[in-house]
């Protein structure tokens, strides 16, 4: 009997237990949808009032609000608007987490070339915290969606890396799953063997895992049977208690059936007092069932109090836990803003100084009118990596010669830009030694490159070290000759392509770079190459064939980049840049940009000479007075002029100059500043006192805006530095002469 009470008991607790769960599942639903109502409420709220920290927090909430009733779309549509708040806040911790929750939804309704994208963007995230757990994680997210789409090789490729990992990091859960995707993927390639291996060791790992988690869960049973045993000995008083009640409500009733009986038997002999005493009798049973029925009713709601009064208890300590919690969340949240402030302020200031010398870069390229000047078609698509490049072109002219050179420094950001500007240094270094020393036409493409490789050893102190850092440079150098039509070619590791009548021509680069290198004592090479009218000639790094994009991710490769420059060479320049723009950004797709690019593109056309430009003028009824004290200087100029018939007169210092003036009639002057006796600052201004309508072009070894301002104050009508353009040179003598 008191068994069957027990079972009662126990029963009615269970069915009250169902009412409640079921009542709660219904009340978490409602709860579910009540919230999101509410957080719909505040981000609107918090977009109105441009607070962008309260909104990212809400909108990660949707987010998992939805994850959790199962409406993944929506899921995805807060989770990615509170990716674009959290960037703008520089959130990067919540943009991981946000990435890699995105992923697993693609993973939950298989669109897994999403998925990847999204833990591809986690992982680079996690790699640049230095967080290696985080990193084997999302490597292991990336073999599984790669493994669900059946390409097995980058699924292997990905796992492998989670493994090397995840046993530098001593994690045997994490090793476990890695040796059970590559023993699948090798399962699903044919690779029996390999796949063996790779599941033997999970097996080993598995086995290993559920003996220690076996140990775990036998601690934890041990630790339940006590509470167990404790609860029964509690519940065992409580129903011996409720026996005790039952049984002396029974014997009452008993009682009450005894005393019904014996008025029965009364009945004959008190026959006046029975109604009066069964009325007596009803009373006294109604009093004594209330009285059970009072102490049940106490006793349900002691009960009753007493579960209250836990709950509260309960509620009391975790709130007062929460609290806590709390304030030790609002203090880590005031540190990270601040430590996010003063993160965002040092970024802003290293931002600001890289975008200067990002100006400073560009003020140091050559500028497009340099370009316009002699080509009248071509393309420069120079799309660095970061604010700054390491790629860099360079261009000058001398005479009917124009040098070009494109080049790809070590790394790319701020490393590469001071490359960039080293190496513009030394090509203008070079060049302008060579033509002050020597002629022109001693310019040679393979030189340059020597020279260049000389000087950026010397500077960065290489000694070969296998300790020291490999930096130098790719590039290619152009030599066009438009007087004789032809281009010198040479390369270190940077090729040149030439496209003439349909058919692309590649010139092959010395396979070494600029930098110290074993093959550092072996001569560049030099190239020569006949110039047709319209040949297209093609100058790059390599960050464009290099790129990883496509639905493969794998690299745009040089053969993809002959075959665009074959379809697009017959349009204009421009043209072709904005076809290669769309080419890479498209093949980018989603992914980070690896590497600078540049790309120079020109299509030659025959120019005239500055020679033939020359001869187009006669001058013969004209003097030119030369003031030189440098005879090189003087038989160059001469040379110059020699085909336009102009009377020259030699003088060899200011005071000279001043004489031949005073007695003579001059149409035009070339004066040299640095002269004996008397400079030509001194001389230039006594002779404007005599004769201001003599034109007088002032001329240096160096130009220094000083020594022009100077000039101009003397009463200079023109300024040109030495060594001396040709073309600019003319042009400023036909301003004069006609």
Not at 91 to 113: D, F, P, R
Not at 115 to 127: D, N, P, R, T, V
Not at 198 to 213: D, G, P, V, W
């Amino acid at each position: 009997m008191h068994y069957r009470k027990s079972q009662l008991i126990i029963f009615c607790l269970s069915v009250l237990f169902i009412i409640s769960l079921c009542s709660a599942f219904r009340s978490s639903s409602d709860d579910i949808q009540n919230q999101i109502e509410q957080y719909k409420a505040i981000v609107t709220r918090c977009e109105a009032e441009g607070n962008n920290n309260e909104l990212a927090k809400y909108l990660t909430k949707l987010g998992y609000l939805y994850w959790q009733i199962g409406v993944q779309r929506e899921a995805i549509r807060y989770f990615e608007q509170s990716v674009n708040v959290n960037k703008e806040l520089g959130n990067n911790n919540a943009v991981k987490t946000l990435y890699n929750n995105l992923g697993l939804i693609y993973s939950e309704i298989e669109e897994y070339q999403k998925a990847i994208g999204y833990f591809e963007k986690s992982l680079q995230l996690s790699l640049t915290k230095g967080n290696k757990i985080e990193a084997t994680s999302d490597y292991i997210n990336i073999a599984l969606s790669f493994q669900s789409l059946k390409y097995f090789s980058e699924s292997n490729a990905k796992a492998e890396r989670a493994l090397e990992m995840a046993l530098e990091l001593n994690n045997l859960e994490m090793a476990k799953t890695s040796y059970g995707i590559l023993g699948e993927n090798y399962d699903k390639l044919g690779q029996h063997k390999k796949s063996s291996e790779y599941y033997e060791k999970y097996n080993s790992l598995t086995k290993h895992l559920q003996q220690r988690e076996m140990e775990v869960m036998a601690n934890r049973t041990k630790e339940i049977e006590k509470q167990v045993q404790s609860k029964e000995i509690e519940l065992k008083y409580t129903l011996d208690t409720l026996g005790e009640m039952i049984e002396l409500n029974r014997e009452m009733q008993l009682q009450n059936a005894l005393l019904n009986k014996e008025n029965q038997l009364k009945e004959e002999q008190k026959a006046r007092l029975e109604a009066e005493q069964a009325r007596l009798k009803a009373r006294e049973k109604t009093r004594r069932t209330r009285f059970v029925g009072l102490i049940a009713v106490l006793i349900l709601f002691g009960c009753i109090i007493g579960m209250i009064y836990w709950q509260l208890a309960q509620k009391k300590k975790a709130n007062h836990l929460l609290k806590k919690q709390n304030a030790e969340i609002d203090r880590q949240k005031k540190e990270i803003e601040e430590q996010r402030d003063l993160a965002n302020k040092q970024k802003k200031h290293i931002t600001d100084s890289i975008q200067y010398a990002q100006r400073i870069q560009h003020a140091v390229l050559p500028p497009m009118s340099f370009f316009s000047q002699n080509f009248s078609d071509y393309f420069i698509l120079h799309l660095p990596k970061d604010i700054v490049s390491g790629d860099f072109y360079w261009t000058t002219r001398k005479d009917d010669v124009l040098i070009i050179a494109v080049a790809d420094c070590t790394g790319h950001g701020v490393p590469g830009a001071f490359m960039s500007m080293l190496g513009v240094a030394y090509l203008n270094e070079i060049v302008n030694k060579i033509a002050i020393n020597k002629h022109i036409s001693t310019l040679n493409a393979d030189d340059i490159l020597n020279q260049l490789r000389e000087m950026v050893i010397s500077s960065l102190h290489q000694t070969g070290n296998t300790l020291e850092p490999k930096d130098g440079m790719d590039i290619s150098i152009c030599i066009i000759d438009f007087d004789h039509k032809k281009m010198q070619f040479a390369g270190a590791n940077n090729p040149l392509f030439l496209i003439r009548n349909g058919e692309l021509i590649k010139f092959n680069p010395d396979k070494m770079p600029v930098s110290y290198h074993q093959k550092r004592d072996v001569p560049f090479v030099r190239q020569d190459i006949a110039l047709l009218p319209d040949d297209r000639i093609y100058m790059f790094s390599d960050g464009f064939v290099d790129q990883f994009g496509g639905n493969q991710g794998m690299k745009f490769l040089a053969r993809q980049f002959k075959e665009i420059l074959l379809k697009i060479h017959t349009q204009p320049m421009t043209d072709q840049m904005a076809l290669l723009t769309k080419t890479f950004n498209d093949w980018k797709g989603d992914r980070p940009q690896l590497d600078d690019v540049l790309i120079v593109g020109i299509r030659y056309a025959p120019k005239i000479s500055a020679k033939e430009a020359i001869r187009k003028n006669d001058w013969h009824n004209k003097t030119i007075l030369i003031a030189e004290d440098t005879d090189v200087n003087y038989f160059l100029l001469t040379a110059v002029l020699k085909d336009t018939r102009a009377n020259l007169v030699r003088v060899k210092d200011g005071l000279e100059a001043l004489d031949y003036v005073k007695n003579n009639e001059v149409d035009l002057i070339l004066m040299d500043i640095n002269m004996p006796r008397m400079n030509g600052y001194e001389a230039t201004q006594k002779i404007k006192q005599m004769r201001k309508d003599i034109p007088i072009i002032v001329q240096t070894a160096m130009h220094f805006d000083d020594e022009s301002d100077e000039a101009f104050k003397a009463g200079a009508d023109d300024y040109i530095a030495k060594p001396i353009d040709l073309k600019t040179f003319m042009k400023k003598m036909e301003q004069f002469l006609g």
